[in-house]
């Protein structure tokens, strides 16, 4: 049977158009350029996967290159933090760059422009400026400074770059065209001066390019064939071009820009500015909080590499925004998991059971399988004794047929263990019950090939033996925000929509066989979900993240709202 060739996405079919006409294949050039104001985020993530994506679909070379142009609000932390997510996606750079590696090259083209009559120093303020360009429907109109000599713009664009000028005194702006129905034309500033030091550069630049003044000239000078965008950057082609323009030669490739859509998630916020708040007001602890969309936040609460990169495989590529349901990723993250994670045992809402009927200093050590599908996961031992754990909600006095947890006077399989029946229970005060008194049957143990071990049983628990179980930080997560496009309210503020029980804290009870269980490690707890070890885990104390649960509970219970 021939297998079913994967239909190409639209930027793939430019790639092709270009092949078929004047680019060779080994001119392709991919590039993924973050600006290390931040860390990582979903949306990223989708960029990463299509820029590495493409370049392993053509082997051809993917450059990783910071934006870094804003010493105000960029750091090294943020450097490191982007390529330990690149890394962790599974992807390889060709060429590390960075947009500082060209300040002196941009800078020789700035001036170059000045001398052509393309360039003038603005000696307005911010808002004079934004008066003097007009509105989307009125052209712009020239400013006081638009026709400054070439000598006299050499001469303060000179002192701007050696810091003899406040922050804002002057800019230096492209000569284009004030009537342009694209504003982005209308004499758009390529340089301002800011007093800051450069995490690389330090204080050896008082001037710095604005993005499209840095954007395809970086590309030009790395030879990236292919500059791929999301849409919001397509009214800068225009200038993207008209830059490249300035500089081209015949002898070397011209890069092309090319937009695709943003991909919103539901339940989430993907703004920089906007998770940066969520850290500052404490709604969250940090940047890879397990709450956040960050990828380091999404690594640290047990998503796996291929969970996220099979997530943007099948979001896809796409011209128009749109909102994906949060829901398709965690489907991602639970197929997966499904197929690495062992099985083990934990309870997190504890009830004390008894076995009236089993030795109270006995205790033996049961086989359980690892994985049902992964038979080279193994199989391990769990203690049973006469007192256990088992979930609150896996028992009730009374209840109808379809309850096929345990009550009383009724059977029920322990995993990997005994059948068990409950034959009374012991309330407090309250009437709330605290332990259940059951019996066991000796021969029904799990895989001894007895004639009661086969015996029919429509419920099995999990549980865990109380002397043997190990006390851990149980962090239960949910989604950050409650409603399903929170940053889509013109007149509320997205923090309105804070989920305020997105984390609850708790003390989980586990089998013994995590004791040594490594931080990053990922378990299924079986019936509860998807758990893996936290940053915060100590040999001493435990810490355990869910990551999601075995099925989308969320999804019940907007139903029944």
């Given at each position: 049977?021939?297998?079913t060739?994967?239909?190409?996405?639209?930027?793939?079919?430019i790639v092709?158009?270009?092949?078929a006409n004047?680019?060779?294949i080994e001119?392709?050039?991919?590039r993924?350029p973050?600006?290390?104001?931040?860390?990582?985020?979903?949306g990223?993530?989708s960029s990463?996967?299509l820029n590495f994506?493409l370049?392993?679909s053509?082997?051809a070379?993917?450059?990783?290159?910071?934006d870094?142009?804003n010493?105000?609000?960029?750091?090294?932390a943020?450097?490191?933090?982007?390529?330990?997510?690149?890394?962790?996606?599974?992807y390889?750079?060709d060429?590390?760059c960075?947009?500082?590696?060209?300040?002196?090259?941009?800078?020789?083209?700035?001036?170059?422009l000045i001398k052509?009559?393309?360039?003038?120093?603005?000696s307005q303020?911010s808002?004079?400026m934004?008066i003097?360009k007009?509105?989307?429907t009125?052209p712009?109109?020239?400013?006081?400074?638009?026709?400054?000599s070439?000598e006299?713009?050499?001469?303060?664009f000179?002192?701007?770059?050696?810091?003899?000028?406040?922050?804002?005194?002057?800019?230096?702006r492209?000569k284009?065209?004030?009537?342009?129905?694209n504003m982005?034309?209308?004499?758009?500033?390529?340089y301002r001066?800011l007093h800051?030091?450069?995490?690389?550069t330090?204080?050896?630049?008082?001037?710095?390019?604005m993005?499209?003044?840095?954007?395809?000239q970086?590309?030009?000078l790395?030879?990236?064939?292919?500059?791929l965008?999301t849409?919001?950057f397509?009214?800068h082609r225009?200038?993207y071009?008209?830059?490249?323009?300035?500089?081209v030669s015949?002898?070397?490739?011209?890069p092309?820009?090319?937009?695709f859509?943003?991909r919103n998630l539901?339940?989430?916020?993907?703004?920089?500015?906007?998770?940066?708040?969520?850290?500052?007001d404490?709604?969250v602890e940090?940047?890879?909080?397990?709450?956040?969309?960050?990828?380091?936040?999404?690594?640290?609460?047990g998503?796996t590499?291929?969970?996220?990169?099979?997530f943007a495989?099948?979001?896809?590529i796409?011209k128009?925004?749109?909102?994906?349901?949060v829901s398709?990723?965690?489907?991602h993250?639970?197929?997966h998991?499904?197929k690495?994670?062992?099985?083990?045992?934990a309870?997190?809402n504890?009830?004390?059971v008894?076995?009236?009927?089993y030795?109270k200093d006995?205790?033996?050590w049961l086989?359980?399988?690892?994985s049902?599908?992964?038979?080279?996961?193994?199989?391990?031992k769990v203690?049973?004794?006469?007192e256990?754990?088992?979930?609150?909600?896996?028992?009730?006095?009374e209840a109808?047929k379809k309850?096929f947890?345990?009550?009383?006077?009724?059977?029920?399989?322990?995993?990997?263990?005994?059948?068990?029946?409950?034959?009374?229970?012991?309330?407090?005060?309250d009437?709330?019950?605290?332990e259940?008194?059951?019996t066991?049957d000796?021969?029904?143990?799990?895989?001894?090939?007895t004639?009661?071990?086969?015996?029919?049983?429509?419920?099995?628990?999990h549980?865990?033996?109380i002397?043997?179980?190990?006390?851990a930080e149980v962090r239960?997560?949910?989604r950050?925000?409650?409603d399903?496009n929170?940053?889509?309210h013109?007149?509320?503020?997205?923090?309105?929509?804070v989920?305020?029980d997105s984390?609850k804290?708790?003390t989980g009870?586990l089998e013994p066989?995590l004791?040594?269980?490594?931080?990053?490690e990922r378990?299924q707890?079986?019936?509860?979900g998807?758990f893996?070890?936290?940053?915060?885990s100590?040999?001493?104390?435990l810490?355990?993240?869910?990551t999601?649960?075995?099925r989308d509970?969320?999804?019940k219970i907007?139903q029944?709202n």
């Amino acid at each position: 049977m021939e297998e079913t060739k994967k239909s190409l996405n639209f930027i793939e079919h430019i790639v092709e158009e270009d092949l078929a006409n004047d680019y060779s294949i080994e001119k392709l050039r991919f590039r993924f350029p973050p600006e290390p104001n931040g860390y990582l985020h979903l949306g990223h993530a989708s960029s990463i996967c299509l820029n590495f994506g493409l370049g392993e679909s053509y082997d051809a070379p993917v450059n990783l290159r910071f934006d870094d142009t804003n010493p105000a609000k960029e750091e090294k932390a943020y450097v490191d933090a982007i390529k330990e997510d690149v890394k962790w996606l599974g992807y390889t750079w060709d060429k590390e760059c960075y947009a500082s590696d060209y300040f002196q090259e941009l800078y020789g083209w700035a001036v170059g422009l000045i001398k052509e009559g393309k360039a003038y120093v603005d000696s307005q303020s911010s808002e004079e400026m934004a008066i003097q360009k007009g509105t989307p429907t009125e052209p712009g109109v020239a400013g006081p400074h638009r026709n400054r000599s070439v000598e006299e713009n050499l001469n303060l664009f000179e002192r701007m770059k050696k810091g003899e000028f406040d922050e804002g005194k002057h800019v230096l702006r492209a000569k284009i065209d004030m009537a342009s129905p694209n504003m982005l034309m209308r004499d758009p500033i390529l340089y301002r001066v800011l007093h800051k030091a450069h995490h690389r550069t330090n204080t050896d630049w008082c001037i710095y390019p604005m993005y499209d003044w840095t954007h395809g000239q970086s590309d030009y000078l790395e030879q990236v064939s292919h500059s791929l965008c999301t849409l919001e950057f397509l009214p800068h082609r225009e200038l993207y071009d008209w830059c490249l323009d300035q500089l081209v030669s015949n002898d070397k490739l011209r890069p092309k820009q090319r937009e695709f859509a943003r991909r919103n998630l539901s339940h989430t916020i993907v703004s920089k500015r906007k998770l940066l708040r969520l850290v500052e007001d404490g709604v969250v602890e940090s940047w890879d909080d397990p709450r956040m969309p960050t990828i380091s936040g999404l690594r640290r609460r047990g998503y796996t590499p291929e969970s996220i990169r099979n997530f943007a495989d099948t979001v896809g590529i796409a011209k128009r925004e749109n909102l994906v349901d949060v829901s398709l990723l965690e489907f991602h993250v639970r197929e997966h998991l499904n197929k690495v994670t062992p099985r083990v045992m934990a309870v997190l809402n504890p009830l004390k059971v008894v076995i009236t009927n089993y030795p109270k200093d006995q205790e033996e050590w049961l086989d359980a399988e690892n994985s049902p599908e992964d038979v080279s996961l193994g199989s391990r031992k769990v203690p049973f004794s006469s007192e256990l754990y088992i979930e609150q909600e896996d028992f009730r006095e009374e209840a109808n047929k379809k309850f096929f947890r345990l009550k009383l006077g009724k059977e029920v399989r322990l995993k990997n263990g005994y059948i068990i029946k409950a034959e009374s229970c012991t309330k407090d005060k309250d009437g709330n019950i605290i332990e259940v008194q059951c019996t066991y049957d000796p021969k029904s143990k799990s895989g001894s090939g007895t004639e009661e071990s086969l015996r029919k049983v429509k419920g099995t628990l999990h549980w865990v033996s109380i002397k043997h179980a190990i006390e851990a930080e149980v962090r239960v997560y949910d989604r950050l925000f409650t409603d399903e496009n929170p940053d889509g309210h013109k007149d509320r503020d997205f923090m309105e929509f804070v989920n305020p029980d997105s984390l609850k804290k708790i003390t989980g009870y586990l089998e013994p066989s995590l004791k040594n269980a490594k931080v990053g490690e990922r378990f299924q707890f079986q019936r509860l979900g998807y758990f893996n070890v936290d940053l915060d885990s100590t040999i001493e104390n435990l810490v355990f993240n869910r990551t999601v649960t075995l099925r989308d509970t969320w999804a019940k219970i907007q139903q029944k709202n």
